[in-house]
């Protein structure tokens, strides 16, 4: 028999091997880091760093060390570490993925920098700068990255100051340019994106929002959107769209899967209507992900309907809507039988009474993860309700839902295979009556409720596989509880976290 000691090595050698992603905050144990992680293939900067340029140079200079490194993350940096990203790109040269989300300052020369360091980029995240410059600044530098960037196929741009004549080049030269996100662009116009996407028939990819109210409502940005014949995904949030422009798609026959049309405005003068989306989702039948959060013109009977052409849904969010209840919930479960998610937050709250209705749809076990939360009329009936109907659960969002008290233990007992669970804001839970094992549960949020340090002990004698406990403002708990945790749970004790005040 092999001694502790050996079996001891032999794991820590296959999990070194594992970990294929790494935080790093300063350069002291970089290089002891690289040593023991020899399969790294992506690096993040942990959050302000403040030695970035140091710490690149010091990472660039063992690059045998980092032949698979193929992703950089300089997200939440107060600049773009330009010195240590000249150093680091000329040994890494494999970089395929660069994130500069969130940060501070990114100027046009910034990305010269980018196009000229790392020429095999096929995917760029320069979302949410903060900049002083106008976006015509940003002209030249968005023209450089999409002639000298040949590979890139995926890149985001929410937040960032990018303007027609920006959008053009880097649709005109990105021949592999098949994802574009481009949240909150407000100086793109209307006829600037048509004509961006008259450049680029081969987008599969489009996720866009503006304040431009009439933005998808002309015919010219219809037209254009038409010629995306292999798009298969479209996110228009917050935005004024028109039946017109739902009519379009349906006629088409665009090979859609992801639909989000979160917050967009509807049912009033030039909206869209339940028409609208009845046409299209009757005439392109392969979603498989559909967001209509906050088209509260649908109710009950409409989903009934629409459900009969979703037979290939995995998830859908129907949050917001002030005429549908959770007998949609079964109607869904029951017609679609791929759907793992449901989202069905802060919906109407009308109670269905009648125990038998809601018996006849059975069990359903391929729903994975329910999302419930600011539904104030849930009761401890209805959630063990839902417990019996989708035994399967791994996640359940029950964030600010009062009238929920012992029956989450119930649940509990019966959906076994809960992984993540939320409880914030839930003041009347009560875990006392958790006197079994809860096997597989690794996070469990109870922000904002009364739980004390006689719940803590409950909780850590039965959920041992905690790797994540959020307190925040629970004003039971005393330093005593805690500990009491962190001795019973030792997943949370060696490699989690507990987030208190």
């Given amino acids: 028999m092999n001694s502790l000691s050996l079996v001891s090595k032999q794991f820590l050698s296959i999990t070194n091997r594992l970990l294929l992603s790494i935080t790093i905050s300063d350069s002291k144990h970089v290089r002891r880091i690289f040593k023991r992680f020899t399969n790294l293939n992506s690096l993040r900067l942990a959050r302000n760093c403040t030695h970035s340029d140091k710490l690149l140079r010091k990472i660039s200079s063992f690059p045998l060390k980092l032949k698979q490194l193929t992703s950089l993350s300089l997200s939440n940096q107060c600049s773009i570490p330009t010195n240590g990203l000249q150093a680091f790109s000329q040994n890494i040269t494999n970089l395929t993925s660069l994130t500069c989300s969130h940060v501070r300052s990114l100027n046009t020369s910034d990305l010269?920098?980018?196009?000229?360091c790392f020429p095999l980029l096929e995917e760029l995240d320069l979302s949410h700068t903060f900049s002083r410059e106008n976006s015509t600044s940003y002209v030249d530098g968005v023209k450089a990255l999409s002639l000298a960037l040949i590979k890139l196929r995926k890149v985001n741009l929410s937040a960032f100051p990018i303007n027609d004549q920006s959008l053009f080049h880097l649709f005109n030269n990105g021949k592999y340019l098949d994802e574009v996100i481009m949240f909150w662009c407000y100086e793109i116009t209307d006829i600037g994106l048509a004509s961006a996407l008259r450049e680029r028939p081969t987008l599969r990819y489009l996720s866009f929002s503006n304040v431009n109210v009439?933005?998808?409502?002309?015919?010219?940005?219809?037209?254009?959107?038409?010629?995306?014949?292999?798009?298969?995904?479209?996110?228009?949030?917050?935005t004024n769209i028109s039946d017109e422009l739902l009519y379009s798609i349906a006629r088409e026959g665009l090979p859609l899967t992801t639909l989000d049309l979160r917050s967009c405005s509807g049912y009033s003068y030039n909206g869209y209507s339940y028409a609208g989306i009845f046409r299209l989702l009757s005439k392109c039948q392969r979603i498989q992900h559909l967001n209509l959060k906050g088209a509260d013109y649908l109710n009950d009977q409409h989903v009934v309907q629409l459900s009969s052409f979703l037979g290939d849904l995995v998830s859908i969010n129907l949050s917001d809507f002030r005429e549908i209840t959770y007998s949609t919930l079964f109607v869904l479960a029951k017609n679609c039988s791929s759907l793992s998610e449901i989202k069905m937050e802060?919906?109407?709250?009308?109670?269905?009474?009648?125990?038998?209705y809601i018996r006849e749809f059975g069990i359903y076990p391929q729903l994975k993860a329910l999302y419930l939360s600011d539904n104030s009329w849930l009761s401890d009936e209805?959630?063990?309700?839902?417990?019996?109907?989708f035994p399967n659960l791994q996640l359940l969002d029950l964030n600010n839902c009062n009238y929920i008290s012992e029956g989450i233990c119930q649940v509990l007992r019966k959906c076994c295979k809960i992984?993540?669970?939320?409880l914030a804001y839930c003041s009347g839970v009560n875990l006392l009556?958790?006197?079994?094992?809860?096997?597989?549960l690794e996070v469990l949020n109870l922000s904002y409720t009364k739980v004390d340090d006689e719940k803590l002990y409950v909780i850590s004698k039965n959920c041992c596989g905690l790797m994540k406990l959020l307190l925040r403002h629970c004003k039971g708990i005393t330093e005593n509880g805690v500990k009491c945790v962190l001795k019973n749970c030792r997943q949370l004790r060696e490699c989690g976290c507990i987030i208190s005040n």
């Fill in 214 to 238: 009439n933005l998808f409502a002309t015919s010219h940005f219809i037209n254009s959107l038409m010629s995306l014949k292999c798009l298969t995904c479209l996110v228009l949030r917050c």
């Fill in 433 to 440: 009556g958790m006197n079994f094992v809860v096997p597989k």
């Fill in 346 to 356: 802060k919906i109407g709250t009308y109670i269905v009474g009648n125990s038998d």
């Fill in 382 to 389: 209805i959630i063990i309700m839902f417990a019996s109907i």
């Fill in 419 to 422: 992984r993540h669970l939320n």
């Fill in 112 to 116: 010269f920098l980018i196009a000229e």
